[in-house]
C-alpha cells in the first residue's frame, strides 16, 4: 500500500490484480465449428462477451493450433475442414 499526502488530500493507491478462470477452449471450438453456435450464442453459454468469443476463436485459427485441446480425432478433423473451406 503506497500512501500519498497532498495538502488536505489522502489518496491511496492499492495494486490489484484480478484473475478470471480460463475459457475451456476446446468447448468453444466445439460449440462454434462442430454445433455452428454464433459468436452471440457462445458468448451467452459461457458469460463472455462476442468480442472476447471472437479474438480467441481467429487466435486458434491464426495459429493452426488445435493440439493440447479435449477433441476427438474426428472432431479435430472436421474443424480443420472448416478453416480450410
Not at 458469460?47 to 493440439?67: F, Y
Not at 479435449?70 to 479435430?76: G, S, Y
Request: charged content about 35%; aromatic content about 10%; glycine content about 4%.
Amino acid at each position: 500500500m503506497i500512501i500519498e499526502c497532498k495538502p488536505l488530500t489522502l489518496t491511496r493507491l492499492y495494486e490489484v490484480q484480478w484473475f478470471r478462470a480460463k475459457i475451456d477452449l476446446s468447448e468453444l471450438a466445439r460449440k462454434r465449428w462442430i454445433y455452428n453456435f454464433s459468436y452471440k450464442k457462445i458468448a451467452d453459454a459461457l458469460g463472455l462477451s462476442p468480442v472476447t468469443i471472437g479474438q480467441h476463436l481467429r487466435r486458434m485459427k491464426k495459429e493452426n493450433d488445435l493440439d493440447g485441446l479435449n477433441l476427438t480425432r474426428e472432431e479435430n478433423s472436421i474443424i480443420k475442414e472448416k478453416w480450410h473451406e
